[in-house]
């Protein structure tokens, strides 16, 4: 069974828009990632938070991890058509490196 | 190779066929995840190597899952006796790190099993 849910499910914006996804968890974690997945392919590494830091960026994401509340956002800004993809949040319990993921948000970006 | 390689990328299986799945990890990377991808939702762990030990199995669904990493580097994902509920992407990653502190995990392209 999987960590948490991710919300929205979808989400449909406009090139140059800002789009934020949500992920909750359940247990207590080492560390939250998030991984973005284009249509019939591998899941790429995007960033990664550890449990006592509050935020981090690169690029254009932020994410936020508030342990209290046991969630985190993933915010694209300045979105671009190739940002089209799934987005999922995955958390590392410290068990080895195994990863539990969130549903996903399908994210549309449109020209 | 540069990245993860899972052979192969698309499979068909008549129900009641055994299935082998391929995965080369990043030459080096000590820890390999096998994952689960059902069409719609987000991987679901299957497995877990560090080396050539089978640490974690706890998420292979059934005994007709098995899999190997002999050498501590190529693995297999045996199915044996294919159903149609195993029809999924399978996804192999591997990381370099084990412990406290996790790493990334570099995933592969999976492979499509479609049984029929």
């Known amino acids: 069974s999987q960590q948490g849910e991710e919300d929205p499910q979808a989400l449909s914006i406009q090139e140059g828009e800002n789009a934020t996804m949500n992920c909750s968890y359940k247990?207590?974690?080492?560390?939250l990632q998030w991984y973005r997945q284009n249509s019939g392919r591998g899941l790429v590494h995007l960033i990664l938070?550890?449990?006592?830091?509050r935020e981090k960026h690169s690029g254009r994401l932020r994410v936020t991890l508030d342990t209290s509340k046991k969630s985190s956002s993933l915010l694209i800004t300045a979105s671009r058509a190739a940002d089209t993809a799934s987005y999922f949040c995955?958390?590392?319990?410290?068990?080895?490196?195994?990863?539990?993921f969130g549903q996903g948000t399908e994210l549309s970006v449109k020209p | 190779g540069a990245g993860v390689s899972q052979s192969p990328r698309y499979k068909v299986a008549k129900r009641g066929q055994d299935v082998a799945l391929r995965c080369d990890p990043i030459?080096?990377?000590?820890?390999l995840f096998w994952y689960q991808q059902a069409l719609g939702q987000g991987p679901e762990f299957l497995t877990y190597?560090?080396?050539?030990?089978?640490?974690?199995k706890s998420g292979l669904p059934s005994d007709r899952f098995f899999a190997e990493r002999p050498e501590g580097s190529v693995s297999t994902l045996k199915i044996q006796r294919t159903q149609q509920e195993d029809s999924a992407v399978y996804l192999c990653?591997?990381?370099?790190?084990?412990?406290?502190?996790?790493?990334?995990?570099?995933f592969g392209q999976g492979t499509r099993l479609t049984v029929v």
């Open positions: 990653a591997s990381s370099s790190r084990t412990g406290a502190r996790g790493t990334e995990a570099f």
């Open positions: 247990t207590s974690i080492n560390n």
């Open positions: 938070i550890r449990s006592n830091e």
């Open positions: 995955a958390t590392d319990a410290n068990q080895g490196g195994k990863l539990i």
């Open positions: 030459s080096g990377h000590v820890s």
């Open positions: 190597f560090q080396n050539e030990a089978q640490l974690d």
